[in-house]
T-cell receptor, first 109, second 114 residues
Framework: EDQVTQSPEALRLQEGESSSLNCSYT??????LFWYRQDPGKGPEFLFT?????EEKEKERLKATLTKKESFLHITAPKPEDSATYLC??????????WGAGTKLIIKP | DSGVTQTPKHLITATGQRVTLRCSPR?????VYWYQQSLDQGLQFLIQ???????AKGNILERFSAQQFPDLHSELNLSSLELGDSALYFC?????????????FGPGTRLTVL
C-alpha cells in the first residue's frame, strides 16, 4: 500500500538552530515528491518538487533532498517566520497525490 | 497569493442542510482538485476535474458532488450535512491533468456544521 510518513510530528527550535524534517515513502513508481508549507487556517503554499533520487533544490533557508526512500527538508538558521506546518506529498504511478500528516515547526525567538 | 480563489471564506450551517462551495482556478489552469482538511486529519483528496471532465476520485462521500463548468470554475456540493463534515475545504488547480504539475491551493472555505 502506498504510504507517506512525516517525522517528527512537531519540532521546536530556537531561532538560528538548524535541523531537518523527514518524509519517508513507500509508493509504486514515484513520479514526483512535493513539499508545501501551510500556515494555520490557510491553504498550502508550494515550495519544491523533486523528481529523482539525488536531486536537491534550495530556496532561501530551505533545502530539499531526495533519496529512493525518503526526502529531507533541511532548514538552516531558521527565523520565527519559518514557523508553519510542512507537508510532503508523493505522486505515485497512478498520478494521485498521497499526503503526509505534516510536521509542525515552531521557531522560538 | 496563489491566484486560486474560493468563496465563501466561512460558512456556518445546520445538520441536514446543503451548501455549495465555489472555486476559480488560476488563469490557464485546466485542472481543479478538491480537498478536505479536518483538525485531526491531514489533507484528504476528494476529487479532480480536468477541462470539465472528472479525472480522479478520492475519498469523496456519496453525499458530496462536484462539477467543473465551461469557464473552468468548479463547485463542490455538500448535502445532508453532518457534524463531522465541519472542516476546511481547499481547492487547488494545476495546468495539466495527468502529469507531475504543481498544484496551487486557494485560501480555503471553513465549513462549520452546527
Amino acid at each position: 500500500e502506498d504510504q507517506v510518513t512525516q517525522s517528527p510530528e512537531a519540532l521546536r527550535l530556537q531561532e538560528g538552530e538548524s535541523s531537518s524534517l523527514n518524509c519517508s515513502y513507500t509508493v509504486s513508481g514515484l513520479r514526483g515528491l512535493f513539499w508545501y508549507r501551510q500556515d494555520p487556517g490557510k491553504g498550502p503554499e508550494f515550495l519544491f518538487t523533486l523528481y529523482s533520487a539525488g536531486e536537491e533544490k534550495e530556496k532561501e533557508r530551505l533545502k530539499a533532498t531526495l533519496t529512493k526512500k525518503e526526502s529531507f527538508l533541511h532548514i538552516t538558521a531558521p527565523k520565527p517566520e519559518d514557523s508553519a506546518t510542512y507537508l510532503c506529498a508523493v505522486q505515485a504511478s497512478n498520478y494521485q497525490l498521497i499526503w503526509g500528516a505534516g510536521t509542525k515547526l515552531i521557531i522560538k525567538p | 497569493d496563489s491566484g486560486v480563489t474560493q468563496t465563501p471564506k466561512h460558512l456556518i450551517t445546520a445538520t441536514g442542510q446543503r451548501v455549495t462551495l465555489r472555486c476559480s482556478p488560476r488563469s490557464g489552469d485546466l485542472s481543479v482538485y478538491w480537498y478536505q482538511q479536518s483538525l485531526d486529519q491531514g489533507l484528504q483528496f476528494l476529487i479532480q476535474y480536468y477541462n470539465g471532465e472528472e479525472r480522479a476520485k478520492g475519498n469523496i462521500l456519496e453525499r458530496f458532488s462536484a462539477q467543473q463548468f465551461p469557464d473552468l470554475h468548479s463547485e463542490l456540493n455538500l448535502s445532508s450535512l453532518e457534524l463531522g463534515d465541519s472542516a476546511l475545504y481547499f481547492c487547488a488547480s494545476s495546468v495539466g491533468g495527468v502529469t507531475t504539475d504543481t498544484q496551487y491551493f486557494g485560501p480555503g472555505t471553513r465549513l462549520t456544521v452546527l
